[in-house]
């Protein structure tokens, strides 16, 4: 297979872009990434997923499929030769997709709530929001790793990849919000998955530092504020 047959429409600093990465690693598949501009949105995004007009973007030849828990869930179907990413149980994978959709639907939000949140009453409410979001996924880890290293168990899962994108946005709202998050005390499973996760092979040379992550976040919030203004 070529390496242009999988192409990757994406943001470096994109948690969502960085789960297809990840899963891509896992699977061994060689790919070429496609970088998407700020604003405006470039015609190759707006043409081939005008429904959320986000990135990320996979293309395998003339296949498209857009939405970055639903690529990981393609990936893992596509490429059998790999490790598997999502758990063979039925029910465990129920379990996993559960707690994925809980990270998009609540904690990922609420992280982004708070790096643009101005007034500290606001911040001050969204850290306890993360910090209870931190505490339910400890026990969630404690229950889906059954004792081993990661959420999927020996190696990488799905939602290894569905939450280990985040790590680096959330050491992010660390330094900005001068808060301990991942607090070795309260929450001492998750914290070193975390270390254990960020290391791995697959996931090292993905995840963005978080001073590049907070250079990115300054330079795209003044732009967008520039573009409102015009």
């Given amino acids: 297979m070529a390496k242009s047959d999988v192409?990757?429409?994406?943001?470096?600093a994109s948690p969502y872009v960085n789960r297809v990465q990840i899963a891509l690693n896992v699977k061994s598949v060689d790919y070429e990434f496609v970088e998407e501009r700020f604003l405006?949105?470039?015609?190759?995004?707006?043409?081939f997923n005008p429904v959320h007009k986000k990135v990320p973007v996979f293309f395998y030849g003339d296949k498209t499929i857009c939405e970055s828990l639903v690529i990981a869930?393609?990936?893992?179907?596509?490429?059998?030769?790999?490790?598997?990413?999502l758990p063979s149980d039925p029910c465990d994978r129920a379990v996993?997709?559960?707690?994925?959709?809980?990270?998009?639907?609540?904690?990922?939000?609420?992280?982004?709530?708070?790096l643009l949140a101005q007034e500290e009453e606001?911040?001050?409410?969204?850290?306890?929001?993360?910090?209870?979001?931190?505490?339910?996924?400890?026990?969630?880890f404690v229950e889906c790793s059954k004792g081993k290293a990661y959420f999927g168990g020996d190696s990488i899962g799905y939602l290894d990849i569905a939450f280990g994108?985040?790590?680096?946005?959330?050491?992010v709202v660390e330094i900005m919000a001068d808060?301990?998050?991942?607090?070795?005390?309260?929450?001492?499973?998750l914290a070193e998955w975390a270390v254990?996760?960020?290391?791995?092979?697959?996931?090292?040379?993905?995840?963005?530092?978080?001073?590049?992550?907070?250079?990115?976040?300054?330079?795209?919030?003044?732009?967008?504020e520039a573009a409102a203004k015009s």
């Avoid at 192409?7 to 470096?12: E, I, N």
């Avoid at 405006?40 to 043409?47: A, I, Q, R, Y």
């Avoid at 993360?130 to 339910?136: H, M």
């Fill in 7 to 12: 192409k990757l429409l994406g943001v470096w």
């Fill in 40 to 47: 405006p949105k470039s015609e190759l995004l707006l043409s």
């Fill in 73 to 85: 869930q393609y990936i893992d179907e596509e490429w059998t030769n790999g490790p598997s990413i």
């Fill in 96 to 114: 996993a997709r559960f707690w994925a959709a809980y990270l998009d639907e609540k904690l990922f939000p609420a992280v982004r709530e708070l």
């Fill in 122 to 140: 606001a911040k001050a409410v969204l850290i306890e929001k993360i910090v209870e979001g931190l505490a339910l996924l400890e026990a969630a």
């Fill in 165 to 171: 994108s985040l790590l680096g946005w959330l050491k």
């Fill in 179 to 189: 808060v301990k998050l991942l607090n070795e005390a309260k929450i001492p499973g």
């Fill in 196 to 224: 254990r996760f960020s290391l791995n092979d697959v996931v090292k040379d993905v995840l963005p530092e978080p001073e590049k992550l907070i250079e990115y976040f300054k330079i795209f919030q003044a732009r967008v």
